[in-house]
């Protein structure tokens, strides 16, 4: 059977094979954050979906004398159908650091419905079912779209908070990444309504294969997503630490407050304030509610340091941890800086060697 090769049919083939190599990588190369392996599993299987969509349509679109509407097409239907849902189901587990379970099956019902109303389309045809089911598609998508957008505001106003830390660079890739998602149900609509799929030459389908090999891109761009993140991070506080983590003595009100010296070391491991950019005395103590004179005298007190050492030094050991559990394999010096609250790696080299007589990459070599 001879086969047709268009620029549509071309790049639906590149983006199967982007999207099934994302698929592979994300389900079985070994996850470097635990809690993580679960939420890539689902992600895996968004971009296997992805692999049938774009390899069904090229499939059926290549050979001399495609059908109307095939059973290649009603499988087509249904991975489109269970694509968008994956996604926020992927951000929703990590969100949460859960895995699925029967609670999340209602994000099932959409797809198995629009795929049952394609097998019926598919053995009695019918024009306006055919629309129908189109339509169907691109608003799925358009409201797992909203729910995807509305999941991670809620996130970074969670983390904004002091419960979980949100990277920079794990932000920076999902806005893309939700970006390049519009462009799989808006040009429908805008096509549709103004009817250019009638004069002009690129297609709406042909702009859904350009975005489904950028989404695959994407994750190749950023390859430390493949193998785990460390941008999501639960802050858990222990059930000893109340609203504020200092006492208040019936018989001092009005006096200066009693610091619980042990509850502020457990405050900065959990709650990682030395992790921002722009972490000063009178910001920290606003935190702590605490003045900036006790703030000051309990670290000269404690650790015999003035705050900026005490600052650099919390985040060099931050910078350990993710050395010690392998995660620095696809950082550069620069991101690993920024990973640990460093403005800049001349900053970063300067305060490690000086806190632990090595240089980062000497102290990677020596010891791991």
Known sequence: MPIQLTLNTIIHFMAAITSMMIAIILWWYPNLVEGQKKSKQVLSMAFLSLFVWHILYFLNNTTSSPFDFS????????AVSIFMPLNYLYFNTLAKASTLNMQHAVHAALPIGIFLIALYQYFLPSLWIAEFILISLHVQMGIYWVMEVNLIQKLRNISKKGFIHINVHWLRWTVVYLVIQTMLFIPFFIFQ???FYKTFSLESITIE???GLFLSISLFLRP??????KDISHKELPSKIKTNPFTYPQTMVGKPKNINEDIIEIYMNSYHPYLKKDCTPA???????ISIDQLNNYLKRKNGLKFQDYVNLKRIQYSQNIIKEKAYHDMTMDLLAKESGFIDRHSFISSFKKHTGYNPSDYIKHFF
């Not at 910001?283 to 702590?288: D, F, I, P, T």
Request: hydrophobic letters at 75%; one cysteine or more; charged letters at 10%.
């Open 71 to 78: 059973l290649f097409d009603v499988f087509i239907v249904f």
């Open 283 to 289: 910001l920290l103590a606003k935190e702590l509610g």
């Open 209 to 211: 294969a350009i975005c």
């Open 193 to 195: 309504i103004f009817g």
């Open 224 to 229: 430390f997503l493949l193998f785990g993140i």
